[in-house]
């Protein structure tokens, strides 16, 4: 059996390119056939199970939680082990399209194909999706995964010693006989205070829908048969003889057991009651959820332009309740061969565009010093055409100034000279 598993695990690890993209190049992996620890085996005794018999897990999103469940020798399932989860992307809410990173809800199915001991992600098995509902609702995607790493792109991601244990589950439930065992992967644990909490948010309607098989599993502790008819699941239900479940088509006039039924409706009656009170009390504020297929398509989107390496927002982006998107300012590439060769090509564009730019500055810079010289020169000329029309400044003859009084000559000749002139003139006219 485990020879199988190994084969088929290494089939599936080359399909597909999306999710989680589990692509394996591991030759040799002991860590899937490592045995449960002795305490657990012990637990599992002392509840009435064998170490073979069948399992069953559940996820819940919100509490960050994945449950193992395992048959005691009466058919009931009890709870064996509780891990937190590492790491789960996207929001409360379903998976709809490839790409928008959300971790699936829903109900699954695994099988021994489905189990990879090869993993790139220590270990891992695919969850199943899209399963048949998904399908009948046009939902897509490929690869979503339970593995080990720690590391998620729409996958619920475990450490790797917590991986080896749920793997462990999983494949000693198959050697036991089971052929597949189920997945109930939940937004949140569907309590009257939860679904009080969340009961105006748009992914209720499917919430409710899912609530009927977890309370099919409260009541019973038996994963509930699942089948999908008019595009919605539906649990527990027996159709007449030669007719089957339909995905897309009508559901036929199925039936269920009459004291199933009487449990089911004295679980609701009780529930109703407790979800009354719990929408008058006061609770927590909801988690961020999806916002449907518009939201989902822009996260796509944005995971395509990153796949292709090109720089995006760090983290996806977001649809408001108003229609608006908010996009992390901090901007990044993918660091992978995509990414690599969009930033060389990126690099190489900057560079041209850079160098055309000096290029074109150069020319301007050249234009502006030739019309800068062309002025200068048009000055020049404008200068001298200027200069040959101003006339010539006709020249004057200094006249000779009129001599001077003798008094005023002898006060500009010196003391000695002064005197002899007095006595001279003195003399003359005799004076």
């Known amino acids: ?16 390119v999306a999710g989680c993209n589990d692509s394996s190049m591991k030759d040799f992996a002991p860590e899937a056939n490592k045995p449960l620890p002795d305490k657990i085996l012990a637990d ?8 073979t018999s069948s399992v069953m897990a559940r996820i819940f999103k919100e509490e960050g939680k994945l449950e193992i469940w395992k048959a005691k020798t009466n058919g009931r399932y009890d709870l064996v082990a509780s891990y937190d989860i590492c790491k789960w992307s996207g929001k409360l809410g379903p998976k709809f399209t490839e790409g928008d990173r ?16 090869r993993s790139n992600y220590h270990l891992s ?3 199943g999706y899209p399963n048949a509902y998904d399908r009948a609702n046009g939902r897509t995607g490929s690869n979503l995964m339970v593995h080990g790493a720690c590391s998620s792109s729409g996958c619920y991601s475990m450490t790797d010693a917590q991986i080896e244990q749920i793997y462990a589950f999983g494949r000693d439930a198959f050697q036991g006989g089971q052929t597949e065992f189920q997945i109930e992967a939940f937004p949140f644990r569907m309590t009257p205070a939860n679904m009080a909490r969340y009961r105006n948010d748009p992914n209720y309607d499917f919430w409710k829908m899912l609530k009927v098989g977890y309370d099919n ?4 502790k038996v994963p509930p048969k699942v089948d999908v008819c008019e595009k919605r699941y539906v649990f527990n239900q027996v159709a007449p003889e030669g ?9 036929p006039a199925s039936t269920q057991p009459d004291s199933l039924k009487s449990a089911y409706n004295a679980y609701q009656s009780t529930y109703e009651a407790a979800f009354s009170g719990a929408v008058k009390s006061s609770v927590p504020a909801p988690k961020p959820t999806i916002a449907g297929i518009k939201e989902a398509s822009i996260v796509s989107d944005w995971s395509k332009r990153r796949a292709r390496g090109e720089r995006v927002p760090i983290d996806p982006p977001s649809l408001n309740s108003d229609g608006t998107v908010t996009e992390t300012a901090r901007m990044g590439r993918i660091d992978s061969p995509a990414g690599r060769k969009m930033a060389a090509l990126d690099a190489e564009k900057a560079a041209k565009k850079k160098a055309e730019e000096q290029r074109l500055a150069a020319i301007e810079a050249a234009k502006a010093a030739k019309e800068a010289a062309k002025a200068q020169a048009l000055a020049e000329k404008e200068a001298e055409k200027a200069a040959a029309q101003q006339p010539v400044a006709t020249a004057t003859i200094a006249q000779p100034a009129e001599a001077a009084p003798a008094e005023t000559q002898a006060a500009d000749a010196g003391d000695g000279t002064v005197t002899k002139l007095k006595k ?5 006219f005799g004076g």
């Open 1 to 16: 059996m485990f020879a199988k598993l190994s084969r088929t695990g290494v089939l599936i690890a080359a399909i597909g």
């Open 102 to 117: 959300q971790a699936p809800e829903g109900f699954y199915t695994v099988r021994p194909q489905q189990m990879n001991p």
């Open 44 to 51: 599992m005794k002392a509840k009435g199970m064998v170490r």
């Open 125 to 127: 098995f695919n969850v």
């Open 243 to 251: 007719t089957t479940f339909d995905p897309t088509g009508p559901c």
């Open 217 to 220: 599993f409260e009541i019973t």
């Open 424 to 428: 001279k003139l003195l003399g003359m």
